[in-house]
């Protein structure tokens, strides 16, 4: 993040060039090495009470990293979790093809 403006309510950010884990799915590209991340990230924020918009569009990859590009967060609850939530995402189940559907 750039910058913010509360009053308008405008962000500014970095633009992080690569895919996102989104692209990846749909496209086939094995997203297994970024689910340790994933996971890592989804920890500290639930440690901090927090729950964070797994959707894979708001992941972008670049050098072997995932960086999160969304900023909505939420307060913790364990049904919008990474592992109960997200998850449902970050791989070709039902729940991305629906979603492809409806969206592609």
């Not at 690569?18 to 689910?35: A, N, Q």
């Not at 990230?41 to 992941?59: C, H, Q, S, V």
């Not at 969304?70 to 991305?96: A, H, L, V």
Request: charge should be negative; hydrophobic fraction near 40%; glycine fraction near 4%.
């Amino acid at each position: 993040m750039i910058s913010v403006d509360d009053i308008s309510e405008i962000i500014v950010k970095e633009y992080i060039e690569g895919p996102t884990i989104f692209e990846m799915v749909r496209d086939g590209t094995s997203v297994e090495p970024f689910l340790i991340q994933i996971r890592e990230m989804a920890e500290l924020a639930r440690k901090a009470g927090l729950n964070i918009d797994y959707f894979p569009t708001n992941f972008v990859v670049q050098d072997h990293l995932i960086y999160y590009v969304d900023y909505e967060c939420n307060q913790y609850m364990d049904e919008w979790n990474f592992e109960n939530w997200g998850i449902k995402y970050w791989s070709r189940t039902p729940e991305f093809e629906e979603y492809l559907k409806h969206h592609a």
